[in-house]
């Protein structure tokens, strides 16, 4: 196993200092998710929603697009990524000096996205940076990979291109993990997010965005009135695989939409008087077996708390990625974290996967949420396609939503 990181730290007051030269985020927001084939974006490319994202961002905020030193977009599987990405903030209004690049790391390419922007501050190229994270599944489906027959003889080789459904499989089928048991996790996502979308909890991290006269801001991914009984009547999607535990009521929604972070440095943050509501700290990568591709959090979590001086109860809030509930189960036992910090409005079994979004979601939904109990830490986590696990840290530094609205 090999793992690629940022600095080592010392522990959680290390992690909560404050210093002018730290990486910080001003703004953190996503777009309303949008179902598979029959939602809200299922005809809307990805450069038509990130010029959207992008008018949203700077209206909102008030940024003035000439102060952008470079952006850095996460996206897996659209065409000629780069160009489109480039297209979309240049009509949105961004100035053609302003430089763009793509990054695909499968599921955790927005987390790298911040990550590059991230890194790119911290070496003092840019003061100044944006990550996005995108993806429209509807529009553009995973690609099948195609190997060379001498490449694709190696055993490994072979596994890691192999469909996520059959990874599912594979872990569920190996680890014992129980066609019951992924429905009971399965349920516990759709419980919150249902009970989350309710009570409006996700309006507070979604940016209204404006597409072809129409606003989008709820999610319209989100399941009402899922039990034991209707999960545990669905047929499994992959019959020929494993144990065929994996059902679409167990696996993550496939869906579409998209997100942002504005990062900076605190001092030009405090000099130009741009809220803080958080600090990146770092992340780790990791490679696992490719066969099973869902227990990267497992490999990935413990190196970036350890990177950071950190335990597992100095995390307020864990925000892991639900690519399957035979994954996230075992990730989530193995890890020995209680399930009243992971996920606690839900995860992508309920909301969905976009996959370019995702990494950059995770970071938005945790930090919305740290701000709303008035805690710290977050630590988000993803398994990654072809055998990877990633996994970030960030602390909350926005006032309590009380105060915020005095």
């Known amino acids: 196993m090999r793992n690629a990181s940022t600095q080592t730290g010392n522990g959680l007051a290390t992690v909560l200092e404050k ?215 669905l047929k499994p999607v992959f019959p020929d695989w494993g144990e065929a535990a994996t059902t679409p009521g167990n696996a993550s929604g496939i869906g579409d939409g998209a997100a942002l972070c504005i990062l900076t440095t605190r001092e030009r943050a405090r000099t130009e008087g741009m809220q803080v509501l958080g600090k990146w700290v770092g992340s780790a990568v990791v490679g696992v077996e490719p066969r099973y591709m869902g227990v990267g959090p497992i490999a990935a979590i413990p190196k970036v708390l350890s990177q950071y001086g950190l335990s597992k109860e100095d995390v307020d809030i864990y925000e892991i990625n639900e690519a399957f509930a035979s994954q996230f189960a075992y990730c989530v036992e193995e890890l020995g974290i209680p399930m009243e910090k992971i996920n606690p409005n839900g995860g992508a079994i309920a909301v969905a996967h976009p996959l370019g979004m995702t990494g950059v979601r995770l970071a938005v939904t945790g930090l919305a949420e740290l701000r709303r109990r008035n805690e710290k830490v977050l630590c988000t986590s993803m398994c990654v396609g072809s055998g990877m696990g990633a996994a970030g840290i960030f602390v909350n530094e926005a006032p309590p939503l009380h105060l915020a609205k005095l």
């Not at 470079?70 to 053609?96: E, K, N, Q």
């Not at 955790?108 to 994270?133: D, F, P, T, W």
Request: with cysteine; hydrophobic share 40%.
């Open 19 to 233: 210093r002018p030269d730290d990486v910080v985020i001003t703004f953190a927001k996503r777009t309303a998710m949008g179902k598979h084939r029959k939602g809200q974006f299922k005809d809307v490319p990805v450069d038509e929603m990130m010029h959207a994202l992008f008018k949203a961002t700077l209206q909102q905020t008030g940024l003035d697009p000439r102060k952008i030193e470079d952006i850095c977009v996460g996206t897996c599987h659209p065409p000629s990524p780069a160009y489109a990405s480039r297209a979309a903030a240049l009509a949105a209004g961004i100035p053609h000096e302003v430089p763009i690049s793509t990054v695909n790391r499968l599921c955790s390419s927005g987390l790298m996205a911040i990550r590059n922007i991230a890194h790119a501050i911290q070496s003092k190229e840019i003061s100044l940076g944006v990550a996005v994270g995108v993806e429209n599944m509807t529009l553009n489906a995973r690609p099948t990979p195609i190997i060379a027959e001498a490449v694709g003889n190696n055993p490994q080789a072979h596994d890691c291109i192999q469909p996520m459904g059959w990874t599912s499989e594979m872990v569920a089928q190996t680890y014992k993990v129980s066609r019951s048991k992924q429905d009971e996790y399965a349920l516990i996502s759709h419980t919150r997010a249902s009970e989350a979308l309710t009570k409006g909890i996700f309006a507070e991290e979604i940016i209204p965005i404006g597409v072809r006269g129409s606003v989008i801001s709820v999610d319209d991914t989100i399941r009402q009135g899922v039990s034991m009984e209707s999960l545990s009547a």
